[in-house]
């Protein structure tokens, strides 16, 4: 089955700088990756997802890009802000079954 | 504001004990799913409904037992539990059928006792 590898698991960034997360699969036919948001106390949110035909997708601050040779992929959160502070999942998805990585936790610090 | 509504918010039950989490979802979707959520592990899929019928069943134990009766409603039984049970359960819906859930609900903390 598909695998998902997450890193790093832990981030802290000063306010404004960029934020970097990346995962890899090992599924080739995996063809749709979602990215989720998760605050404490809440389910995860969907922030944003690349299919494979695309190569990078931006929205307003962050932006997630995709190299399907090397099967991975990445988020980048820009001009960060103490908001983003939250646990971000990736996630790979074929044939009905969607694999989630493990998990970052993002702090950013005022 | 969630679409996807989650009761209760937290439950603590014996292991003898059955009890029932349930999740309504006000999004017009039509595939509703339950994910179990372990601390330091993957979000696990558990099941997956597709206009209200079970479409999969990720290989869990039978003391986990889902119900589906209209496509907006999505319930959990539980009976007979164990201490490993302990985690978190979401409940998840999406537009399409594809199994790429779009909208979680907060969840049920569930421990058991």
């Known amino acids: 089955g598909e695998n998902v590898e997450q890193h790093p698991s832990t981030l802290s960034v000063q306010e404004g700088d960029s934020a970097v997360i990346k995962c890899t699969y090992s599924?080739?036919?995996?063809?749709?990756f979602p990215w989720y948001k998760q605050e404490l106390g809440k389910g995860p949110q969907l922030i944003i997802d690349?299919?494979?035909?695309?190569g990078e997708k931006k929205d307003q601050r962050i932006a997630v890009t995709l190299n399907k040779t090397a099967k991975h992929f990445s988020l980048h959160i820009t001009e960060t802000q103490p908001e983003d502070s939250a646990v971000y999942f990736c996630?790979?998805?074929?044939?009905?079954?969607?694999?989630f990585g493990k998990g970052t936790k993002l702090s950013v610090i005022p | 504001e969630t679409g996807v509504t989650q009761t209760p918010r937290h439950l603590v039950m014996g292991m003898t004990n059955k009890k029932s989490l349930k999740c309504e979802q006000h999004?017009?979707?039509?595939?509703m799913y339950w994910y179990k959520q372990s601390a330091k592990k993957p979000l696990e899929l558990m099941f997956v409904?597709?206009?209200?019928?079970?479409?999969e069943n990720n290989s869990v134990p039978s003391r986990f037992s889902p119900e589906c009766p209209n496509s907006s409603h999505l319930f959990l039984h539980l009976h007979t539990l164990q201490p490993e049970d302990s985690a978190l359960y979401l409940c998840?819906?999406?537009?399409?059928?594809?199994?790429?859930?779009?909208?979680f609900g907060d969840g049920t903390r569930l421990s058991i006792l």
């Open positions: 599924d080739s036919a995996s063809n749709y």
């Open positions: 999004l017009g979707h039509n595939a």
């Open positions: 690349i299919r494979s035909n695309v």
């Open positions: 998840a819906s999406s537009q399409g059928t594809g199994g790429q859930p779009q909208h």
């Open positions: 409904y597709n206009f209200k019928e079970q479409t």
């Open positions: 996630a790979a998805h074929r044939s009905y079954q969607l694999t």
